[in-house]
């Protein structure tokens, strides 16, 4: 996020200064992809967002991962 200034990519393309809170994958990483650097670093798929900008990315889509009883994080 230091590389656009720790702003909001999105909001700054409106012309509003946000702060960035969330980095973005453009392509969402999957289990299949997960390890696929291409898709989980490359710059070219981040983008720096503020939360708004996040959910609204994700249009409001049902969680992508739940917590079990004992606290553990598992993807859906």
Known sequence: ?????YLCEECM???RFTP???VHHVI???PENI???NVTL??????AVCR????AAHGARVRRYKVDSSGRVTIR
Do not use: F
């Open 1 to 5: 996020m230091a590389s656009r200034s």
């Open 13 to 15: 393309r409106e012309g």
């Open 35 to 37: 390890n696929d650097p």
């Open 28 to 30: 969402p990483i999957t």
């Open 42 to 47: 490359s710059w070219s798929n981040l983008r």
């Open 52 to 55: 708004e900008c996040h959910a």
């Open 20 to 22: 960035a809170k969330i």
